[in-house]
Structures are given as C-alpha cells and as structure tokens.
C-alpha cells in the first residue's frame, strides 16, 4: 500500500512563507503524477500543484500562480510545496496525492489513488 506523509504546515502571516514535503513510501512516486490540493470546510477539494516525477512538466493554480513553486527530490522520494507571499485566502488543509491520471484529469481530485493524511496551513491577516 503507497502511503504518502505530508509535514511543513503551520501558521505565519500574510506576506510570509511556508515550504510543505510530501514523502513516499511503498512503490514510490516513480512513474507516478502528483498534486498538491487543498481543502477549507464546507468545501471541495482545490487543485493547486502537480508535478510529473520525471518530466520538467509542471502545473499551477491560477490562484497560485507565480507564488507557489513545486519540485522534487527523486533520491528522497519526496516532493515539496514552496508558498511564498501566502494570503489568507490560503488558508487550508493541503494534501499530496499521487496517481496515474488522464492528462485532462490531471486536476481533478477523484483521478488520485494515494492521498496523504493532510497538514494545516493557516495563514493570519
């Protein structure tokens, strides 16, 4: 069973930054897509990152866009999540997945088979 571990959340104000990890175990994420989401109560689950785990191609949120950076650390077996200039509007749950999606399903929550336990990101006015 792919077990997926995220850590990093936390709280920080506005303007500040955070820098999720998301780590595997199991087969790894060889082969593998993986998304970032997030999620607030009451709420569906928000694409923000995916990244393919040996390809440059990445994929962003327009609400993310230009301040959050995805990346990947093979040796690791770990994918991160930089958010720099965070608005409360930020404010979430954040879970990796990782999945083999259909690449027009690639942002939608349901095309992920793995999903980690979720970290708390709360960002202050």
């Known amino acids: 069973q792919e077990q997926l571990v995220e850590s990093g959340g936390g709280l920080v104000q506005a303007g500040g930054s955070l820098r999720l990890s998301c780590a595997a175990s199991?087969?790894?994420?060889?082969?593998?897509?993986i998304g970032w989401f997030r999620q607030v109560p009451g709420k569906e689950r928000e694409f923000v990152a995916g990244?393919?785990?040996?390809?440059?191609?990445?994929d962003f949120a327009d609400s993310v866009k230009g301040r959050f950076t995805i990346s990947r650390d093979n040796a690791k077996n770990t994918v991160y999540l930089q958010m720099d200039n965070l608005k409360p509007a930020d404010t979430a749950v954040y879970y990796c997945?990782?999945?083999?999606?259909?690449?027009?399903?690639?942002?939608?929550?349901?095309?992920?088979?793995?999903w980690g336990q979720g970290t708390q990101v709360t960002v202050s006015s």
């Open positions: 990244i393919m785990w040996s390809s440059p191609y990445t």
């Open positions: 199991g087969r790894g994420f060889s082969h593998y897509y």
């Open positions: 997945a990782s999945g083999r999606p259909p690449f027009s399903r690639s942002r939608a929550a349901d095309s992920y088979d793995y």
